[in-house]
């Protein structure tokens, strides 16, 4: 049973948006932190954010900051990352995780995002 399913990858011309949606349809979702993370062609995962269960709390990379914006609607099940003014450094397939204390951690199956120059 699939338990987070990332969606809104596409291709975009450096500077334009997209905004990633991670749904936990199964899940208890408001138990569960999210985070978004990335991983790029020959690089290592990173994290890029983070959000607390009830959306009260984020956390961003660095290299994401003022560009990204975490949210969650826990009505709906689902986290969303909106990406601005995107960089072809962005480039990289996107996962979220879900993580709740004493509970198996879930990742999604990810969603490529491709930015031109």
């Known amino acids: 049973q699939v338990q987070l399913v990332e969606s809104g990858g596409g291709l975009v011309h450096a500077g334009g948006s997209l905004r990633l949606s991670c749904a936990g349809p199964?899940?208890?979702?408001?138990?569960?932190?999210i985070t978004w993370h990335r991983r790029a062609p020959g690089k290592e995962r990173e994290l890029v954010a983070g959000v607390s269960r009830t959306g009260s709390s984020t956390n961003y990379a660095d290299s994401v900051k003022g560009r990204f914006t975490i949210s969650r609607d826990n009505t709906k099940k689902v986290v969303y990352l909106q990406m601005n003014a995107l960089k072809p450094e962005d480039t990289a397939v996107y996962y979220c995780k879900a993580t709740a204390m004493g509970r198996p951690v879930y990742w999604g199956e990810g969603t490529q995002v491709t930015v031109s120059a």
């Open positions: 199964n899940l208890l979702f408001s138990d569960y932190g």
